[in-house]
């Protein structure tokens, strides 16, 4: 990193996102020692502080340099919407007007946050409304760190010893992680980091539906947990469902699984994301198949049953298909759950986030609809 200069051009470096290791070298850059960041860094994210005057332990003069060469900024809320169950979603508005959403779900003592990692998403998995706009840009480590702290910021002040509003990260919002990855990484290393958010390593997830290279390289400078979107048990059919399969295969995408989990250094399962659709990959022959296929790996499988958009002409599976389904998974061994649908009436569940603030009242209209028709045909309650 350069070294820091005043000027009226110069562009204020924003703290937000730095990493440890890079704090450590813009305080370096800066004449001070090493030990600011860890200040700094608590100040940020553990007291969701974005003023350097409430810095009450750093010196008056460092305050006063620091706010002349650098900022704390992060993302504008455009929106906060708490769920019939609970659930709750930020649109945050990002550099260059774009926006994203970030989800919160609550289940007993845990808190699970949903974060984003790019504006939209170049893979195009046919089931997945995200893709279906398009890839924008990569997000920044601060947008993403971002997330994090405007969801905390919400429930503070409070005692970390008490309450953690906020114990999981899973990095299954918009976008593909892996394929931003330094800004990802410089992430969770916020989120695990003792000084930050000190979120344990097997309670942050990173998603992916199968950048092999970028897992190998993931297994070089990161322990976070790992979840494969797998939604098919063969190849013909993930070539349909996730076109990055014809890059990277079945056998490799999980021959690099296999191999970043036995390079951690404690016992640690795979999480297998499977979707869901209707006559497409929900029949129990698929389930015999998966079964057979995930033998190997330690893995645990998280069925999503579809949540449906407006553009999608694929159907949630029937209650009775999902459980067949899961009960032949069961039959054999793995632990496979249902992922119930959060927070549906205010569009945040899986593949609903799609980050259009402006489109939002128009779409609503159309999804409710969309939503209703799936409702009435399994029972879910839903929000008019
Ligand atoms: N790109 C990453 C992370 C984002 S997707 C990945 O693919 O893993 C997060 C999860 O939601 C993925 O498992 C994805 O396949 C699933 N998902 C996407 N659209 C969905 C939909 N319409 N219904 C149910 N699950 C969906």
């Known amino acids: 990193m350069s070294t820091p200069q005043s000027g009226p051009e110069m562009v204020k470096v924003n703290l937000l996102g730095l990493s440890r290791r890079k704090m450590e070298d813009f305080f370096v850059a800066m004449g001070e020692k090493k030990f600011r960041a860890s200040q700094v860094i608590k100040w940020i994210h553990q007291h969701g502080v ?3 005057e409430a810095m009450t ?7 006063l340099r620091l706010a002349e060469v650098a900022e704390i900024r992060g993302p504008e809320v455009l929106l906060h919407e708490t769920s019939t169950d609970g659930t709750r979603k930020w649109v945050m508005r990002m550099a260059e007007g774009n926006s994203i959403e970030a989800v919160l779900i609550p289940e007993g003592e845990r808190g699970t946050l949903c974060v984003s990692s790019q504006v939209g998403c ?15 840009r990569n997000l920044s480590a601060a947008e993403i760190i971002g997330q994090v702290w405007v969801a905390m910021r919400t429930f503070m002040p409070y005692d970390r010893n008490k309450e953690r509003p906020i114990t999981n990260v899973v990095m299954m919002g918009m976008g593909e992680p892996l394929l931003n990855f330094d800004n990802v990484v410089d992430a969770m290393d916020l989120m695990m980091d003792d000084w930050a958010y000190g979120i344990s390593k097997r309670r942050v997830t990173v998603s992916t539906a199968g950048v092999v290279p970028a897992i190998n390289k993931l297994g070089e400078v990161s322990d976070v ?5 797998l939604h098919a048990p063969n190849n013909a059919l ?3 469902l996730v076109p990055i399969n014809r890059k990277y295969p079945i056998e490799m995408l999980l021959e690099a699984t296999s191999n970043y989990l036995s390079g951690l250094s404690d016992k640690r399962k795979a999480t297998i994301e499977y979707t869901l659709i209707q006559g497409v990959n929900d029949q129990p022959h698929h389930a ?3 079964s057979v296929l995930l033998r190997d790996l330690p893995c645990k499988i998280n069925l999503i049953p579809f949540n449906p958009f407006p553009e999608s002409h694929y159907q949630r599976p029937s ?14 061994g793995y632990v496979a759950t249902v992922r119930t649908p959060r927070g549906d009436d205010i569009d945040a569940a899986c593949g609903q986030l799609v980050g259009q603030f402006e489109d939002r009242t128009k779409r609503s209209a159309r999804y409710i609809q969309v939503q209703q028709l799936a409702a009435d045909a399994q029972n879910v309650k839903i929000l008019q």
Not at 57 to 63: E, G, H, T, Y
Not at 122 to 136: A, E, M, P, V, W
Not at 319 to 332: E, H, M, S, T, W
């Open 50 to 52: 974005d003023d350097f």
């Open 238 to 240: 993930r070539n349909e």
């Open 57 to 63: 332990d750093v010196s008056k003069a460092l305050r």
């Open 288 to 290: 015999e198949e998966l």
């Open 319 to 332: 209650g009775n298909a999902i459980k067949r389904f899961q009960d032949v998974l069961n039959r054999d």
């Open 225 to 229: 947990s790992l979840a494969i979107s």
């Open 122 to 136: 170049s893979l195009d998995c046919s089931f997945c409304s995200t893709g279906k706009r398009g890839f924008n």
